[in-house]
């Protein structure tokens, strides 16, 4: 609470800032060079890159998993997950991602396309870290609005803010055959 | 990012009776979901628990409320049985290409991941979403769009290059076929030689014009087809330089394609770490990453997706006051924007 109304301050504050430098470099000639600067500036400044790490299998060439160069852990491991967060959050990335997927891929005695429940690892790498933002994909077609919400909710208290869901409105059809359906 | 072909709807005992609904219905399931799920998150406010051991009250009867929601899809009373979270709602992200996926993505997505395979599809993107999300009377910088990009850096280009091939023959042709078949519809690429040339290829989906413009441009054989989406099934692939790497992000950045990036390194961690160490660096220098403001304090994702600009907002307040160290004269270049970044970084934001 204490952070959203500070950050609705700042905001107000910003704009200020924003309001008085137009101001000024109308009215005090003096000053025009400086502000000018900060109008050009200020615009360019504020744009600022967004980094997020996708985190997937080995990496995301589909031969990573067997290659000598990528991590020895099991992709079962959750350090393997809190490494690459760590390692994300010192980088400065805004968020680590986990996409997912409800059925086993076809293709799965050849790729390591097999992982864990991403809210749950997410809960583990929130206690990991202390400042990255953390997404999760979930499906409206296969959850119930009051479990997600609960999920993703906790999911929020327990990392203290950083957390977001990736909507995902459709999946493979693989998938209904896991869920009642014979699959599409 | 790429399973959405199917369904849209809900889970449970509910799913089979969704299941029956036309192809708009499901979307509009979707639609009543979310609206659902924010209900729930905002049925506790802010001040609700109290957790007064004195008074023996734990939380404000008044300040809890249920939902009472009885639509087509869903029926829930709520509220939710948790306090309300540090950001209200979790931050909503969004992976949709497809037009309804779009409009969908305008609406709610805070940021949205993307696949483009070259700078003019991720500009053509980025324009139409925000102009879809300002359409639904949202600020456009509120939606943030981040097209995935697979970097595989080196030293030198060469061995950039080199490290790629590397992992391309660790690649199963198979495996590469029944992914490009899922793609294409079932089509089945058993038949085709995997060395000659490609001519036209049919698709039924506008998910796959990605993969039809790269045929079309560059003539691939199967081979280096299968090669091109063994990188990151579909998203951009890049071998090179740190210099190169961070001249592309800098060009889609200011370039109207991006706001940032989903960086799917190749190999992990190795790729990360070769990515923060060396490309980080140059972003920082050319002002356009968390230049500004040093260390990041803890914060909500969503302030941070949102709010950098405060601190150099504040940073700029101070600048020209002679304060802070006036900096190592070898460092300082000559135009006024580095002098100004050098400020920030020294003054520590």
């Known amino acids: 609470v204490v952070a959203r109304g500070s950050a609705d301050a700042m905001d107000g504050f910003a704009r200020a800032i924003f309001a008085r430098s137009t101001h000024i470099a109308v009215g005090a000639p003096r000053f025009a060079q400086v502000t000018d600067f900060a109008a050009r500036h200020v615009s360019t400044m504020n744009r600022q890159l967004h980094l997020n790490l996708f985190i997937h299998s080995r990496g995301h060439h589909e031969a990573s998993w067997r290659h000598k160069g990528s991590s020895p852990l099991a992709l079962t491991d959750i350090r393997y997950y809190q490494d690459l967060a760590r390692r994300a959050e010192h980088a400065l990335f805004d968020s680590i991602f986990l996409a997912d997927q409800l059925a086993l891929g076809e293709d799965a005695a050849q790729a390591a396309g097999a992982w864990l429940e991403p809210v749950t690892v997410l809960a583990a790498a929130a206690v990991a870290t202390s400042r990255i933002g953390m997404i999760a994909t979930a499906s409206t077609t296969y959850s119930e609005p009051f479990n997600l919400a609960r999920q993703f909710g906790s999911l929020d208290h327990i990392s203290n803010g950083r957390v977001a869901w990736n909507i995902v409105t459709s999946w493979l059809a693989t998938a209904a055959g896991n869920f009642g359906g014979a699959g599409n | ?349």
């Open chain 2, 1 to 349: 990012v790429e399973h959405r072909h199917v369904v849209a709807g809900n889970g449970g005992r509910q799913l089979r009776r969704r299941r029956q609904l036309s192809h708009a219905d499901r979307y509009a399931c979707a639609e009543e979901f979310m609206m659902v799920v924010k209900a729930l998150w905002d049925s506790w406010a802010d001040d609700a628990v109290t957790d007064d051991r004195a008074s023996g009250q734990y939380a404000r009867a008044d300040r809890i409320r249920p939902i009472n929601h009885k639509g087509r899809c869903n029926q829930v009373t709520g509220p939710l049985n948790m306090p309300r979270c540090p950001q209200g709602r979790p931050v909503l992200v969004q992976a949709g290409s497809s037009d309804t996926g779009r409009r969908f993505a305008a609406r709610h997505a805070e940021a949205v991941f993307t696949a483009h395979m070259d700078k003019a599809s991720a500009r053509a993107f980025y324009v139409t979403l925000k102009a879809l999300a300002a359409a639904e009377g949202r600020s456009p910088d509120k939606v943030i769009i981040l097209p995935g990009l697979s970097p595989m850096v080196a030293s030198t280009e060469v061995e950039a290059r080199r490290l790629a091939r590397e992992l391309n023959e660790l690649s199963a042709p198979e495996v590469g076929r029944k992914r490009l078949s899922g793609r294409f519809g079932g089509h089945d690429f058993s038949r085709l030689p995997l060395d000659r040339p490609l001519g036209s290829v049919e698709a039924a989906r506008s998910r796959t014009e990605v993969i039809l413009s790269l045929v079309r441009r560059e003539k691939p054989t199967l081979r280096q087809l299968l090669a091109s989406l063994a990188g990151a099934r579909g998203h951009f692939t890049v071998a090179g330089t740190p210099q190169q790497i961070a001249d592309l992000i800098e060009d889609w950045f200011t370039d109207g394609g991006a706001d940032g990036f989903n960086i799917m390194p190749p190999l992990l961690p190795a790729m990360l770490d070769v990515f923060s160490a060396e490309v980080v660096p140059l972003l920082r220098q050319r002002g356009l990453f968390h230049l500004l403001c040093g260390q990041d304090p803890a914060r909500t994702l969503r302030a941070r997706l949102a709010g950098q600009r405060l601190e150099c907002i504040a940073a700029f307040a101070s600048f020209g006051r002679g304060g802070c160290r006036s900096g190592d004269a070898k460092k300082l270049r000559r135009s006024r924007t580095r002098q100004f970044f050098l400020h920030l970084q020294l003054c520590n934001f």
